[in-house]
Structure formats: C-alpha cells, structure tokens
C-alpha cells in the first residue's frame, strides 16, 4: 500500500521560501501525477498543482508565478517550493497522489498525513 | 475557476438516519465530481469518484449521484464512524477545487 509523507520546515519566515518534499514508498513514483493541496479553516482545501513523474507540470493560476514543483524518481519523491510567503500561505499542506483514468477523470487516492507551516518572523 | 458550493455547511443526525448532502457546481462538470471524507487531524480520504463509483473498501451505504451542475452525496444509514466532514471536488477542468465541506455532527 502506498504511503506519502511531507517532510520541511514547520517554519518559515515572511518573504522567504517555503520548501516541502514528499516521500513516497510501497509504490512506484511513475505512472501518477502528484499533487499539493493546502487546508487553512478560511479557504479550506486548495490544490496548489500536480507534477507528472515525467516532470511536466499544471499549476493553480492563484499560486503559479510564485510555484515550482520538482520531482526526483530515483529517490521516489516530488517536492514545493513557494516563493515569497506571507501570512496567508500558513496552513496545513498535504501531498497526494492522482490517479488518472477513462476520459481525463482523476481522483486524489493517497493522500500523506498533512504537515502544518506557519509564516512568522 | 469552478467554484463548489456544498450545502448544508453542517448538519446534525442520529445514527440510522438517512442523511443527504448536495455540492453544485458554477458551471457544468459532466460527472468530473469526486467526494472525501476527514476526520479530525487526518488528510481527507476519497469515498466516491467519477460522481458514484465508490471506491474499493467503502461501505455501500454512501452513493453518489447526480450530473452537471448538481450533485449529491448519501449515506444510507449513518453510522458512528461516518461522522466527520465531507467535501465535493471538480476534476472536470484544473484548477481542480473543492467545495467548503459538509460537517456531519452528532444530534
């Protein structure tokens, strides 16, 4: 079964960089296309973009000039990185796993266990 | 972007109780609808895709249904693990977003 889990920094500082990475094990890391989702109690869940193993990308266009996404197969994770973060990039981040089938359909079925980054100086 | 409206934001119900919670979507998403359940502290978990395939391992009691902008999520008969918040989620066009989520509490 697969497994995710986010590792970085709980804290980061206003207009510095967040940067997460997410591991996966009991699966291979090609074939799906891995997602961040942020969850804060104002906006609830918001998809920040997904990375396919192959490295092609698709970011939220709210988060796109300051977001990449990286992926390294060989050690089967992906990673985030937010430029410029202020108070509202503060929330829980998750990474998840998409799975895409039929007629572009696709569904986030692994998700890791979610890591809390606060913004503060 | 699409934006998901869920109603109602929360509810309360019994155990047994039939309990029905609707997500409508700003513009047409075909059967692109996905529903999660969270529970406190744990990353949502996927109930129903492609608006009523439930997944493997989740009891029949959740169904799914519905079709372009109008969509509901029911539980048959609520059980005690079933309470928790539920969210729709668009996967018609990216950015994919989700709705603002149902609490299903205990009455």
């Known amino acids: 079964q697969v497994q995710l889990q986010e590792s970085g920094p709980g804290l980061v500082k206003p207009s510095e960089t967040l940067s997460l990475t997410c591991t996966v094990s009991g699966d291979s890391i090609s074939g799906y296309f891995w997602s961040w989702i942020r969850q804060t109690p104002g906006k609830g869940l918001e998809w920040i973009g997904y990375i396919y193993h192959g490295g092609s990308t698709t970011y939220n266009p709210s988060l796109q000039s300051r977001v990449t996404m990286s992926v390294d197969t060989s050690m089967n994770q992906f990673s985030l990185q937010l430029t410029s973060v202020t108070a509202a990039d503060a929330a829980v981040y998750y990474c998840?796993?998409?799975?895409?089938?039929?007629?572009?359909?696709?569904?986030?079925?692994?998700w890791g266990q979610g890591t809390l980054v606060t913004v503060s100086s | 972007d699409i934006q998901m409206t869920q109603s109602p934001s929360s509810l309360s119900a019994s155990v047994g109780d039939r309990v029905t919670i609707t997500c409508r979507a700003s513009r047409s998403i075909s059967t692109y609808l996905n529903w999660y359940q969270q529970k406190p502290g744990k990353a949502p978990n996927l109930l129903i895709y492609?608006?009523?395939s439930l997944r493997s391992g989740v009891p029949s009691r959740f169904r799914g249904s519905g079709s372009g902008i109008d969509f509901a999520l029911t539980i048959s008969s609520l059980q005690p693990e079933d309470f928790a918040i539920y969210y729709c989620q668009q996967s018609y066009t990216t950015p994919w977003t989700f709705g603002q989520g149902t609490k299903v509490e205990v009455k």
């Open positions: 998840a796993r998409g799975y895409r089938y039929g007629d572009g359909y696709y569904y986030f079925d692994s």
């Open positions: 492609g608006t009523s």
